[in-house]
Antibody, heavy 122, light 107 residues
């Protein structure tokens, strides 16, 4: 069974840092592009970042570029998001999500974790 | 960046109603579109991929159509468990973008 479990969220002051983790099980992490998506309280979904299976391709939303760093450790079946210079508007539930493929074609995010809440407040 | 315009933002419907939600892309995205359902306190759940392919385990009352810039999610006969918020996602290019969401409420 595919499982994604996020951790590392919490309450942090503006300007602070956190490192989010996503533990993957039930599939071979090294075969998949992985993603972070966030959702501010009462708001919609916002894509944050993606990393290819071998970490060669990395993409960020403009809203986080220069402050967030995505990484992965395939040997440890883990995905990470280092978030620095946190702002109040970064308050959100952060989800990790797996990119799926069908017949070799990318078909978007299939499995999602349950999310970890990051609260930025003084 | 590709903008996804989803409509309506909310709707009220009764059990048994046919419901249609639309997503319009600001430029052509072939069929690189997914539909998700999200209930309060839960992660999104994929319903449709490749614009019209039903995710395994999802009831057949859900269907998707469209290609290029215009896409539709249809629920043929709304059930009590379908009251939720629905989102489209384009994965044709980066940045990935979601529609604003459609909240389906009980009439």
């Amino acid at each position: 069974e595919v499982q994604l479990v996020e951790s590392g969220g919490g309450l942090v002051k503006p300007g602070g840092s956190l490192r989010l983790s996503c533990a993957a099980s039930g599939f071979t992490l090294s075969s998949y592009t992985m993603n972070w998506v966030r959702q501010a309280p009462g708001k919609g979904l916002e894509w944050v970042s993606s990393i290819s299976s071998n970490s060669y391709y990395i993409y960020y939303a403009d809203s986080v570029k220069g402050r967030f760093t995505i990484s992965r450790d395939n040997a440890r079946n883990s995905l990470f998001l280092q978030i620095n210079s946190l702002r109040v508007e970064d308050t959100a539930v952060y989800y990790c999500a797996r990119d799926s493929t069908f017949a070799g074609v990318i078909v978007g995010f299939d499995y999602w974790g349950q999310g970890t809440l990051v609260t930025v407040s003084s | 960046d590709i903008q996804m315009t989803q409509s309506p933002s909310s709707l009220s419907a009764s059990v048994g109603d046919r419901v249609t939600i639309t997503c319009r892309a600001s430029q052509g995205i072939r069929n690189d579109l997914n539909w998700y359902q999200q209930k309060p306190g839960q992660a999104p759940k994929r319903l449709i991929y490749a614009a019209s392919s039903l995710q395994s385990g999802v009831p057949a009352r859900f269907s998707g159509s469209g290609s290029g810039t215009e896409f539709t999610l249809t629920i043929s006969s709304l059930q009590p468990e379908d009251f939720a918020t629905y989102y489209c996602l384009q994965h044709n290019s980066y940045p990935r973008t979601f529609g604003q969401g459609t909240k389906v409420e009980i009439k």
